[in-house]
């Protein structure tokens, strides 16, 4: 029963954490792979993380 509900919830990250990673202005591709090599981690990542850094133009 752990591991099926372990397999669940990191399938469930991957979804989770593209869309976080598109919500806070980071690569949804690069937080996809990371979802599936990591599991609910990157989802956890991305909130401490929280978002990207967007350069201020010079005027």
Known sequence: MGYWLFVIIATGSIPL???MARERSRSS??????????????PLALL???DAKIPSSAS
Do not use: H, M, Q, R
């Open 17 to 19: 954490a593209g869309a």
């Open 48 to 50: 401490i993380l929280g």
């Open 29 to 42: 591709k690069t937080w996809l792979w990371a979802a599936v090599a990591v599991g609910p981690l990157a």
